[in-house]
């Protein structure tokens, strides 16, 4: 059955191993299905929610728009904009945050990691982030929304405006209600310095992830390095889940050889740390590697990314305007 996809990325730098095996691997295994509709957007507005340097705003935009390109997202088959150069975006955001509630936005998670603690500091914006989420994916009819995990409860808030719009103003699934696509397995990648943490852009250790852009001798150096225990090779699954720093380990190297985790378990059991981490380091610079190189030749060439972006943005503006304008028919405008 054809999906209609919508999902985004946060033009805010530091593009990393968690966001490639979490979302954007996903986004290019979609597109390859010839029914689906794809839209991929970077989120420079969702970007703006914490401060950002104006210029390396726009270097992260093209930057994003370049892993896009490189990872095999296709300007021919997906439909590929900045979100700030649709304005219906803002738009929708405005008439959907009048029908969310605040217990709501009270309960979001990603809120409270990232205003910290210190919430009456926080941006209102960083605040009501979610309810621009929804309006990007509600405003293209979007089905399925490919995501890492820590998106979950930004779909279900999603899912519950969808709901009350068509409620309030009488319009059963006039607002379609999207699933969340989020891969089975290795959905979560964690830092390399701490299994319990998630691998970020914002850690301010360089060495906690392996960045797309990062070249040959920064990926070994960065595997050689990250923390482990002093344990032999675990020969099964449960005994591998109680470590969290090889379960991560184990969990990058299946995912990136599109393997299951019992074979890997398998293929290293009575093998050294030292095998095994050569191993992983040989996976990465053979799938990741490439994608920084052209990340690197398509960054020379900005003109060609910014006229991507501009087609892309009058492709979705088409749709999305469309969408705003039935939207305020059923309020009454
Ligand atoms: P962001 O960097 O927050 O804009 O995230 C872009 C996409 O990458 C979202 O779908 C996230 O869920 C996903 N993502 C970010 N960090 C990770 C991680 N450590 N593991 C898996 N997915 C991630
Ligand atoms: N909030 C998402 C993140 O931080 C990015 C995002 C914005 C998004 N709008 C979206 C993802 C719409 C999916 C669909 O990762």
Known sequence: MSKKIFSGVQPTGNLHLGNYLGAIKNFVNLQKEKENICIYCVVDLH???IKQDPEILKKNIRETTAVFLASGLDPKKSIIFN???V???AEGAWILGCVARMGWLNRMTQFKE???KDKEKASVGLYIYPILMASDILLYDATHVPVGEDQKQHLELTRDIAQKFN???NAPNFLIEPEPLIQQNFSRIMSLKDGKKKMSKSDPSDQSRINLTDNKDQIVNKIKKAKTDSGILPDNDS???KRPELNNLYGIFSSIQDQNLDLTIDEFKGKNFSDFKNSLSDALVEKIYPISLEINKLLKDERYIDEILLSGAS???KIASKKVNDIKKKIGF
Do not use: N
Request: aromatic letters at 4%; proline letters at 0%.
């Open 87 to 89: 304005s219906s975006h």
């Open 83 to 85: 979100q700030s150069m």
């Open 167 to 169: 409620s309030d103003f």
């Open 114 to 116: 990232k205003a910290g």
């Open 47 to 49: 970007a703006i929610t």
């Open 315 to 317: 492709k979705a503006e």
């Open 239 to 241: 005994d591998l889940q």
